[in-house]
């Protein structure tokens, strides 16, 4: 009997362990092989990824809600499911080694499969050449004198392009913002090929609410492959968020990269919103660095705004104050380990780093 049992133990642990293995070794393959940024950018960036991609927008645009969004409270919902069931199965049945051994294993072979979807499905474009390579613009370093050049610039854009909307910001609508993105990105890819959009998959996120509570305005599924994007944010906001998330859609993993393709995108459109939004944003973030360099400067910067721009900035102010919570710097700082993890050891000051871009930017072409 003692024979039998050893043999049924064997086979009982033979196949999780098999399982297991072989999924350690695909992911550590996979992990050497994202180690090259020039195979990154040619095999998969440019080359699989954009397939796939369209692949997974195909089959959730044509949906009227966020599936991406069902999925997450769904996995969210499974885990309680399971902790739930774990502490009853403990309580019945107390503590073994086989069980705790078993279930180790199958709790290692899911975290296995969702880090090689992720990184299948898009991840691996965070070890990619991207837009320093595709433009020929690398990002330099930079003096006070010039960072306060290119904030002035960028204050003068955001005070006449806040003129043309008029006294008040005439919103049209989340679809009507979504339509409008598409064909911005139409118009850059005329100047960027490497810009061109096909199958659009952007929604509003059925929990805007929740992710102003986490101080996010949107962000990009990619296990369903959809541009998820928070609608309760003040509308000038809306459009830049729009194109950083569809950015992300094209496989530029890199938060700075992403917002540099929004200002591309949002800049060439021929809708004034779109123009306000993008010189809104990179204004806070030029000026916030100037700040940090010479804050004489940049308080002389932000009196120099259009009382319209300081009418909007003190409204977006008392909006997020509203949602200002204990969780939500808990929930930065793990997004900022995140970015960290992945090629990004900014972390979550990496959308501020779209400074250099814009300044490398500015450089070669003698303005924005």
């Known amino acids: 009997m003692a024979k039998l049992r050893n043999i049924h133990m064997q086979q009982e642990w033979k196949r999780p362990i098999w399982k297991t293995a072989a999924l350690l070794i695909t992911a550590l393959v996979t992990g050497l092989w994202s180690n090259s940024p020039s195979r990154i950018e040619h095999w998969y960036s440019t080359g699989l ?34 902790v739930v069931r774990g502490v009853r199965r403990l309580f019945r049945n107390g503590v073994s080694w086989r069980g705790t051994g078993l279930l180790g294993l199958k709790l290692l072979r899911c975290l296995l499969v969702v880090y090689l979807a992720f990184q299948l499905l898009w991840g691996l474009n965070y070890n990619r050449k991207g837009i320093a390579w595709q433009l020929q613009m690398p990002a330099e ?17 955001v005070n006449s392009s806040r003129k043309q909307l008029g006294d008040s910001i005439h919103y049209a609508g ?8 598409v064909r ?17 998959s952007v929604k509003a996120s059925l929990f805007s609410e ?13 296990f369903s492959g959809e541009a998820q994007v928070n609608t309760h944010v003040p509308p000038f906001y809306l459009p830049y968020v729009i194109c950083h998330e569809m950015a992300h859609q ?25 123009h306000y939004s993008a010189y809104y944003d990179l204004f806070n973030y030029a000026n916030g660095e100037l700040y940090m360099r010479d804050s ?33 710097p808990v929930l930065k700082f793990v997004y900022g380990q995140y970015l960290k993890a992945n090629n990004q050891p900014q972390g979550i000051d990496t959308y501020e780093a779209v400074t250099a871009w814009l300044m490398a930017y500015r450089k070669r072409n003698g303005g924005l």
């Open 250 to 274: 094209l496989g530029y993993g890199d938060e700075s990269e992403a917002n540099f393709v929004s200002y591309l995108v949002t800049t060439t459109s021929n809708e004034p919103l779109f």
């Open 296 to 328: 004489v400067a940049a308080r002389s910067n932000y009196r120099a705004l259009d009382t319209l721009v300081k009418q909007d900035m003190r409204a977006a102010r008392l909006f997020f104050s509203r949602y200002r919570n204990r969780i939500e």
């Open 184 to 200: 911005a990105y139409v118009l850059a890819a005329a100047k960027f090929p490497f810009l061109k959009y096909r199958q659009p």
């Open 174 to 181: 989340f679809d009507s913002l979504r339509r409008q993105s």
């Open 141 to 157: 370093s930079y003096t006070t004198a010039e960072l306060n050049a290119l904030t002035v610039e960028l204050r003068e854009k």
């Open 210 to 222: 929740m992710l102003t509570y986490a101080g996010y305005t949107g962000y990009y599924n990619p």
């Open 49 to 82: 990824y954009p397939f796939t991609a369209c692949i997974q927008r195909l089959f959730t645009g044509w949906l009227p809600f966020s599936l991406g969004d069902l999925f997450y409270a769904a996995c969210v919902l499974y885990l309680l499911f399971l």
